[in-house]
């Protein structure tokens, strides 16, 4: 990127370009082509978050002893009742997923992560993830051994090399063992205490003291046993039929109101079922988390499949029926969304993943709620680009910011994205620039940072037909179609791009009365939102996302 001049600093920076031809500054064989092999990578998987981040743990400072349950488990009753009535909307499970798209499968545990012997969390001398607190002492972390568990499983299920295989169910059977071996039988289910103290500075209420327990702990729990239940090699009769007595164990926890501890399970006010990652001391009470409560569900999908009971169906469809009805309290919209109903706070290190959570509750469910709220999240806050990234700058005047970021052009809280420059750079004709980021920058649209170049390290605002990505990428495909409305007497571009500078076709849609498309796909192409049509003759044609409805909103 070069020949730009400088010709003044701009009073308001991060304000888009408004020509008065939209292409006059870029050439069509740009705007309406994309570079081959331009297929997108699919939306990143964050790596999994620590439930006790920004908390603190310590050793147990209360003399109670924990209840284990020693000895050989006892095979639990088969719970015939609900907890308690509760709102359902009528979402079902699809259970012939391809393998790819079924709870963990995005989450292999790598080689080296199967062997860990260092850090604060490793193996011990048994295989078992632990965690090894400041006191040096080592504790039994559920939502950790289990997460890992299953991602050993994961990589169980792809590996190729026989040793390496071994190992891996070898690591999940350890963890799950662990469980069993550690639980605590009560009320008919079984539950897997947490031995350490636990304190939030934040979350008002989270204030544990050993042991307590956790829904997320609890649900996940059942998605480890149930897989384990269902491996078709690798486990005897005998060893399959004791996790699948485990899985009913874990269970019968989600079936279990919140009259007497320990519970995890609730019904809040309005009457949505809730499972509750850190239940609070008064029955019906606790921090209303969303990440905790969906990768709980996770585990009644699994369970579901394993054993096609009644109850678990009801379960999940309460479940997506609050997560659903909780959405706008989830949203905070152009920025990070909220972690947990009860606190409201924006949390950046979670955003990302209700994006990943979101795109599997619409594949478990085939549901075009989640899909359009899985696209809002994604508009909100977008996940980041690929290296090797590329942007177009149409010819003309733009302004070009300094921002107060981390580094590497993260978001910190304390900085804010603060403009600490700005200039106005004039280019002659259309050119290119390799960008590292792209990005909702704090109180304004999505931006680019520039990599290479006279400019590094500017950041310059997507506006598309002046700013954009080249290319398509985060795409969402569907497995079944959704359906787009074009408002009566409305203009909507409807475009064939080209490939490697070929220009495509641009056509100009317009109906006098509402006309409905079906789609398939969303991605962000050539720098915005845009929908690929499957119906009539416009089949294989994009159209951008914000000249529309989908799904009636």
Request: hydrophobic letters at 35%; proline letters at 7%; charged letters at 20%.
């Amino acid at each position: 990127m070069g020949g730009g001049a400088v010709t003044a600093m701009a009073a308001g920076a991060f304000e888009p370009p408004t020509p008065a031809d939209p292409l006059a500054g870029t050439p069509r064989s740009i705007a309406l082509s994309l570079p081959s092999g331009a297929g997108g990578e699919s939306i990143p998987v964050p790596p999994l978050p620590d439930p006790l981040e920004g908390g603190s743990v310590s050793a147990p400072s209360s003399s109670r002893r924990i209840p284990y349950t020693s000895g050989t488990p006892t095979e639990p009753g088969d719970p015939t009742t609900l907890p308690f009535e509760f709102k359902k909307d009528g979402y079902q499970i699809v259970p012939d997923l391809p393998e790819a798209l079924r709870p963990w499968r995005n989450r292999p545990t790598t080689w080296a992560n199967a062997n860990l012997s260092a850090g604060t969390y490793h193996l011990n001398a048994d295989g078992v993830y632990m965690m090894y607190a400041d006191d040096g002492k080592s504790y039994d972390h559920p939502v950790g051994q289990i997460q890992f568990g299953l991602g050993c499983l994961t990589s169980y299920r792809v590996e190729t090399d026989p040793t390496r295989k071994a190992v891996f169910l070898e690591r999940a059977r350890a963890q799950a063992d662990r469980l069993i071996a550690k639980r605590v039988e009560t009320r008919g289910a079984w539950y897997f205490p947490y031995p350490f103290d636990f304190t939030h500075a934040e979350h008002s209420g989270v204030v544990y003291k050993a042991p307590w327990y956790s829904g997320m702990a609890q649900g996940e729990s059942i998605s480890l046993f149930a897989q384990l239940a269902a491996l078709e090699d690798g486990l005897s009769a005998d060893e399959r039929a004791l996790y699948r007595s485990a899985a009913d164990g874990a269970f019968a926890s989600l079936l279990r109101a919140d009259d007497t501890n320990p519970w995890v399970v609730n019904k809040d006010q309005a009457g949505y079922l809730w499972i509750q990652e850190y239940p609070f001391k008064t029955a019906g009470t606790g921090d209303y988390t969303y990440n905790g409560m969906i990768f709980a569900m996770f585990g009644i999908w699994d369970y579901f499949r394993l054993t096609g009971n009644r109850l678990a169906a009801q379960l999940y469809d309460g479940t997506c029926t609050t997560i659903a009805r909780h959405f706008a309290l989830l949203r905070n919209p152009r920025w990070f969304s909220y972690y947990c109903q009860t606190h409201r706070i924006p949390t950046h290190t979670y955003h990302h993943h209700h994006i990943a959570l979101w795109q599997q509750l619409h594949w478990h469910t085939n549901s075009p709620v989640f899909a359009h709220q899985l696209d809002m999240l994604i508009e909100d806050v977008p996940p980041g680009v690929k290296s090797g990234s590329v942007i177009t700058i149409a010819a003309g005047t733009h302004t070009l910011s300094k921002l107060d970021t981390n580094s590497d052009g993260s978001w910190a809280k304390a900085r804010a994205d603060r403009v600490l420059s700005s200039k106005k750079v004039v280019f002659a004709r259309a050119t290119q620039a390799p960008i590292d980021v792209r990005r909702r920058i704090q109180g304004t649209g999505v931006g680019y940072r520039i990599s290479a170049g006279a400019y590094k390290g500017h950041w310059v605002a997507e506006a598309y037909p002046n700013v954009f990505l080249r290319g398509e990428h985060l795409p969402v495909t569907y497995r079944v179609p959704r359906t787009l409305t074009l408002t009566a007497n409305a203009s909507v571009e409807a475009i064939d791009y080209g490939i490697n500078g070929a220009a495509g076709t641009l056509k100009m849609l317009k109906y006098s009365k509402p006309h409905t498309l079906q789609f398939d796909r969303r991605a962000v192409v050539n720098g915005r939102p845009i929908l690929r049509i499957t119906s009539e003759e416009f089949a294989g044609y994009w159209i951008p996302a914000n000249q529309v409805t989908t799904d009636g909103h």
